[in-house]
């Protein structure tokens, strides 16, 4: 068995930016585009399936805030928390690359102007990464840590087709490559597992694909169903039930013990940070205690990331 840090049945991201900054580093997630390519109807594309009005961001009172207003104001909250000293700016809700080059710099700028800010994230879609967005990251990787999450989702265009994601499984492995050839930013992709008629097969196959992909670190996130969303409508038309914790358990087992031990992975499932926009699962609500019943799954059954690798 190979033993990751903390005693954990996976390799934490916590441990990827210990080994990179030499000590805990905090993320502060910001809002500061307001849509996306899927929002603007652009090419025909739809609102992605799963996501509420606020574009995946974590805290929705964010939007009323500025960019400095929001970094200062979550900045003390975990200061105080967690005695932090040293952050990541998380750019994170919507389409981070779907603005004017020079509003990413401005941004780039302010977050890197702050106190104990050591580099930033930026969230985007596999389809929108421009020659100018990467020569952007490159530049600001010069003077900081840049990393980027690519929302994925999922590798299987069946699963892509039904929560209107707008692009396809190529796309995702074009962009991917694309960054990692022509930018030296720490990348990363976000998953979805729990869609419609998902299978142990297609966990085992996203994990070879996983595999043999540049990147290092992956976020995980089971299907849940927010309010005013298309999900909402078919969970109530029954035409969509997400997962129980102990299917989405069984599923995320297959896929972290096929996963190479060398990638980071960020949690292990979705929780809710806006309880009151969410329908279901209920589980996805009790951060804590899921958190925990998914490593007690894995623990229960000897089993850890990379055990089939
Ligand atoms: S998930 Fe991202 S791309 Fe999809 S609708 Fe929401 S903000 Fe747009």
Known sequence: MIEFAQGLPFNPISQHYKQLFGQKVYKIPVAVVES??????????????FCDVWGSAARSEAFDLSLQDQITKYKAHIQNKFKAEMFLVYFQAYTNTFTKMQSLRNNFDLALAQDGVRGFV??????CISEGVLNLWNEYHQKAFVGVEIGVQSFFNEHLLFMKRGHTRDVSLKALKQISNKTAV?????????????TREHMRETAKICNDLP???IKLHNVHVLKNTGLEKLY?????????????????QEFLEHLNPRFFVHRLAAYA???????APDWTKNKMGSHQYL????????SQQGLRF
């Open 295 to 302: 490593i007690d799954h894995l623990n229960k059954n000897q």
């Open 215 to 217: 990147i290092t670190n």
């Open 186 to 198: 720490d990348l990363g992709i976000h998953l979805m597992f729990g869609w419609p008629g998902e």
């Open 236 to 252: 109530h038309d029954s035409q969509f039930q997400p997962l129980e914790i102990d299917a989405y358990a069984d599923l995320m």
């Open 122 to 127: 930026v969230g985007t879609r596999p389809d």
């Open 36 to 49: 996306c390519p899927n929002r603007e109807g652009l090419r025909g594309m739809q609102t992605c399936l």
């Open 273 to 279: 940070s806006r309880w009151d926009e969410l329908v």
